[in-house]
């Protein structure tokens, strides 16, 4: 059976929006004051790579690691406004009865990542998943998916599908040599994320579920 590799960020959790508050007031405490809108277009980017495509280099060279270590605890102090999107949890339990494994891709460091696991409640449902220790790029270099490959223990020529809600995620998956199902729970338009490469896009994380059976997933 095939290998479903799931987005956490803004797939399974509703997170984006937090996200891109947090990157704002961080960027806004190192005098650089961005539109939220442009924020959030760039949400499901690696942090080690947001402030260099949101700014310049010369500003990422400068102040990057000290931008990203303020925005970690001003994300914090949203996290428990996170909430699960509708049908997460039933997903991962309708991908199991179905035979796949099931791994959990996250980039996010193993505090944050514990976080969403409990609010899941997956640790027991699910094969395995990913942090930032398991990957050295971050999307949308392919790092996470392979890591997530790996976890699952993929075997040439098994089939393997990701799950996600943004670009960023689509082009990992595509240059890790696996489509993505793409839902629109990030925010972006469906003819962004067919642009992209999606395999097919869905309304939310509920749709997809009531219409897994003419996926990739069946």
Known sequence: MAVAILDIDGTLVDTNYQHAIAWYRAFHQHEIVLPIW???????????????????????HERGDDIRSTEKPLYFALIEEVST??????LVERLKERGHTVILASSAKEDELNYYLDLLDARELVDGWTSSADVEATKPEPDLVRAALDKAGHEDGQTAVMVGDTPWDIIAAKNAGVPTLAVRT???????????????????????CDHLAETALA
Not at 85 to 90: A, Q
Not at 194 to 205: C, I, K, M, P
């Open 38 to 60: 442009r924020i959030h277009r760039h949400i499901g980017m690696g942090g080690d790579q947001m402030v260099a495509a949101l700014t310049d280099e010369g500003t990422e």
């Open 85 to 90: 999107m509708d049908g997460s949890r039933e």
């Open 186 to 208: 990030g925010g972006f338009g469906v003819d962004e994320l067919n642009e992209a490469g999606a395999a097919g896009v869905f309304e939310s994380v509920r749709d997809l």
